[in-house]
T-cell receptor
Framework: DGGITQSPKYLFRKEGQNVTLSCEQNLNHDAMYWYRQDPGQGLRLIYY???????QKGDIAEGYSVSREKKESFPLTVTSAQKNPTAFYLC?????????????FGSGTQLSVL | DQQVKQNSPSLSVQEGRISILNCDYT??????FLWYKKYPAEGPTFLIS?????DKNEDGRFTVFLNKSAKHLSLHIVPSQPGDSAVYFC?????????????FGKGTLLTVNP
């Protein structure tokens, strides 16, 4: 079955630690996205990538980093510079952007600070 | 500056009745709108969309209405079922842009009571 796989489902971060959230898709989609959801808030865009080896900052990129070395993979690193990392993180993908196609989402990673 | 607003955090309806979820937007450049449904600890799933060239789109029990002059759209669910209980996100995008991304509202929690 085609889809988007996020791992792990739950992740805990210690103070000063960087953690990496995995996102893999086998939908052959060009574009991939990372969103953050906080309680009572909408989904806010962290980073997105329209093509391999290229990515753009979203609305709340500070304290995060990404890479897009392969079409299938778009890992997100939450660095120690992100002072409020506790949130539900969602990865998504779509076919070439700008064509008004819907996003397909993974099942999310809940990140908490110890 | 919230460009997509869902002013009702929650809505409760009886099974079999109509559910109406509302969404307002401020960016007149938005021309494509989507509704997503989200269960707890899962990723959102696409429900229905509408282009600005239309004022109505219907898919089974779900209908989306768009009023461009009022910058308002609504999602109607008829008849409502307990399985419809979820958070519903309204999202908007601007086609033709070089950097495609969706802007989401904060969501409305729908509870359908048996």
């Amino acid at each position: 079955d085609g889809g988007i796989t996020q791992s792990p489902k739950y992740l805990f971060r210690k103070e000063g630690q960087n953690v990496t959230l995995s996102c893999e898709q086998n939908l052959n989609h060009d574009a991939m996205y990372w969103y953050r959801q906080d309680p009572g808030q909408g989904l806010r865009l962290i980073y997105y990538s329209q093509i391999v080896n290229d990515f753009q900052k979203g609305d709340i990129a500070e304290g995060y980093s990404v890479s897009r070395e392969k079409k299938e993979s778009f890992p997100l690193t939450v660095t120690s510079a992100q002072k409020n990392p506790t949130a539900f993180y969602l990865c998504a993908s779509s076919i070439p952007p700008g064509l008004n196609e819907k996003l397909f989402f993974g099942s999310g990673t809940q990140l908490s600070v110890l | 500056d919230q460009q997509v607003k869902q002013n009702s955090p929650s809505l409760s309806v009886q099974e079999g009745r109509i559910s109406i979820l509302n969404c307002d937007y401020t960016n007149s450049m938005f021309d494509y709108f989507l509704w997503y449904k989200k269960y707890p600890a899962e990723g959102p799933t696409f429900l229905i969309s509408i282009s600005s060239i239309k004022d109505k789109n219907e898919d089974g029990r779900f209908t989306v209405f768009l009023n461009k002059s009022a910058k308002h759209l609504s999602l109607h669910i008829v008849p409502s079922q307990p399985g419809d209980s979820a958070v519903y996100f309204c999202a908007a995008s601007q086609s033709g842009g070089s950097n495609y991304k969706l802007t989401f509202g904060k969501g409305t929690l729908l509870t359908v009571n048996p």
